[in-house]
């Protein structure tokens, strides 16, 4: 049986992530930040709650001690995010406008709180036969992309979310070669209706879905150190 943990799982894509991974017969945790709408999310999917916020190191630590008692950890997807860039109003802070402590709140949950789950999981990935980490990035962490006019994400005004993904990207090249025996990819779940960007997406989450949980179930002689959405390889 494969054991699953997927953070900021309570809604949207890690939600629907979980909906599938469960149906394809995986032992899933939903991680939530807020504990009573994790446990009303995994009573819905039938699957595992554990609180879980990924700016905090005490409750990452305590997740990690009771999924390590529940049995250990085969697949760990770092979900969680924030883009609060974006306003209410759906107007995105650009260049002229954001501050450095817009960029530092959106890389303590985007970029810290990865490092913070990897680094507190990472002796329950190693014990498993087959580990994969599955970090969700965004199309517009793409230097490529953003540098191309024309390209998606080249008009996109916004910093902080960008740069924070880009930086999420980083840390899974490097981790991947650090731990070769684990398969760790970042994947562009396209522009999906989510929480995170207002509900703005021209996607569904089932199809945004569709590539965090393919990458969350490659085996030992599948990809590592890749940058992949629903079509193939993404351009760093």
């Known amino acids: 049986m494969t054991t699953t943990l997927i953070t900021g799982a309570n809604k949207g894509l890690g939600f629907e992530t979980a909906r599938r991974l469960s149906a394809a017969g995986h032992t899933v945790y939903i991680g939530s930040r807020d504990a009573e709408r994790g446990r009303r999310a995994a009573e819905q999917l039938g699957v595992r709650a554990v609180q879980l916020d990924v700016t905090d190191d005490a409750s990452v630590a305590a997740a990690a001690r009771a999924i390590e008692a529940g049995g250990g950890l085969d697949v760990l997807i770092n979900n969680a995010g924030i883009q609060e860039e974006i306003g209410a109003d759906g107007v995105v802070a650009g260049a002229a406008d954001v501050t450095a402590d817009m960029m530092r709140r959106t890389f303590e949950t985007n970029v810290f709180g990865t490092v913070r789950v ?27 992309r953003s540098a191309t006019p024309g390209a998606p994400g080249y008009a996109y005004p ?76 993404v351009p760093w």
């Open 118 to 144: 990897l680094h507190a999981f990472l002796p329950l990935l190693q014990r498993s036969a087959a580990p994969v980490v599955v970090n969700v990035s965004s199309g517009l962490a793409s230097l490529t």
């Open 158 to 233: 916004g910093v902080a979310y960008p740069a924070s993904k880009t930086a999420v990207n980083m840390i899974t090249v490097r981790y991947a070669t650090a731990f070769p025996n684990m398969r760790i990819n970042a994947v562009e779940p396209g522009y999906t209706k989510t929480d995170l960007n207002r509900n703005m997406g021209l996607q569904t989450v089932e199809q945004g879905a569709e590539i965090i949980v393919r990458m969350a179930q490659v085996g030992p002689d599948g990809p590592t150190g890749g940058y992949f959405d629903a079509e193939g390889t």
